[in-house]
Each structure stands twice: as C-alpha cells, then as structure tokens.
C-alpha cells in the first residue's frame, strides 16, 4: 500500500462527534497519520511487529499499521464513547484490533512499537506525561507527537529516562473548531514527531 493509498483510507475514518475537551480528544489529520505511519513503516517498526496506539481515539493509528501488516494491534482509550467509533471504524475496514478500555497507565504487556498523539496539555499541564512514560515503559520504539513549544521539555524527559530521540520531524497540525471555547473555525499548531529508542 503506497502512502496516498493510505491516506485516503484514513481520511474515510468516521471522526468522533461528540469530543470531551478535559481530555483534548483532537483527531490526527489523515496525512500526518498517514506520513507517521509510512515513516514507521519505512524504518522496519511496523511490519510483522506488535504496536500499540495509547489515546488511541478513534483508531487512526492503530487501523493505520493494521494496514501496513502489523503482527498484532492495541489501541487503547479511556473514552468508552470515543471506543465504540474506534471499533466501528476497525470493523469498517476489515481490520482486527484488540481495543481496551482503560487509562494507559493501566495498561501492561510489552509492545515493539508505540505510535501516538497524546493530549498536548492545553487543558491540562503536562497531560502528555503519563503517555510518554508509559509507552516508553512498554515499547521498544515509540513515534509520539507534541507541541513543538515543548520539544525541549519531552528532550529532557527522554534523556531522564535513559532512552534517545533518533528521528523527529516537524508538521503543521490543523486543529478544527471542535469546542465551545474555540474563537477560531481552524487553528494550526506546530507538532514535533519524535521516535524514540
């Protein structure tokens, strides 16, 4: 599957249509989910390898490695709203996923990769913590996406855990009027990926 090809079955995903801004449920724009996954994909993490999607939304990331012939495939949600459309989506592409229900602190096991977009912490400062802990804690490559404007924070979380920054690239994420409290119908944001060993 070429990376178009992907992108566009990612862009016929079914969004989540009633988010909870406590929990900063963004969805990921289908060509960054797509150019992170095709970046994976490229460096050998994905094909043939257990990943796991933290904050997995509405499945875009797990679906999408699914896709490019991940092993076996996690997502994991504490939304049991935002879970059904993640399970409906999965269901709609033919693609077998284990999804789980849970805080990803609660979540175990031992992953080959991670791919993620954890909450950036505008609601809530350092949010984005626990999904960086944990998923450095239960996979051997994690692609995590940040706000660029704390790139040198998650560097020094990293390097605290003894683990190194490899690869990062930079995206323009486009954030869509989703909330209330939004005075702008799109605002883009400047994401950092980082993949980390």
């Known amino acids: 599957m070429k990376q178009k090809e992907l992108e566009m079955a990612l862009q016929s995903l079914k969004a989540h249509d009633n988010p909870e801004p406590g929990l900063e449920q963004y969805p990921t724009p289908p060509a960054i989910a797509a150019d992170v996954l095709y970046t994976a994909f490229g460096m050998g993490d994905i094909g043939g390898k257990r990943v796991v999607d933290l904050g997995c939304g509405t499945g875009i990331f797990a679906i999408g490695?699914?896709?490019?012939?991940?092993?076996?495939?996690?997502?994991?949600?504490i939304d049991p709203k935002i879970m059904k459309a993640a399970r409906a989506n999965a269901e709609a592409v033919g693609c077998d996923i284990t999804f789980i229900e849970t805080d990803v602190t609660g979540i175990e096991g031992r992953f080959d990769t991670c791919i993620q977009?954890?909450?950036?912490?505008?609601?809530?400062?350092?949010?984005?913590?626990?999904?960086?802990?944990?998923s450095l804690e239960i996979a051997g490559v994690v692609y995590t996406l940040h706000n660029s404007l704390t790139s040198d924070f998650i560097e020094r979380e990293v390097k605290g855990l003894r683990r190194e920054i490899c690869f990062r690239k930079r995206y323009s994420f486009e954030l869509k009027h989703s909330f209330k409290?939004?005075?702008?119908?799109?605002?883009?944001?400047?994401v950092t990926m980082f993949r980390i060993e």
């Not at 977009?117 to 944990?134: E, T």
């Not at 409290?181 to 400047?190: A, N, P, S, T, W």
Request: aromatic fraction near 10%; hydrophobic fraction near 35%; glycine fraction near 8%.
């Open 117 to 134: 977009n954890p909450p950036f912490g505008a609601q809530r400062k350092h949010a984005d913590l626990p999904f960086l802990h944990k």
């Open 181 to 190: 409290f939004h005075r702008k119908e799109r605002e883009f944001v400047d």
């Open 65 to 77: 490695a699914s896709m490019l012939g991940a092993q076996e495939v996690t997502g994991v949600d």
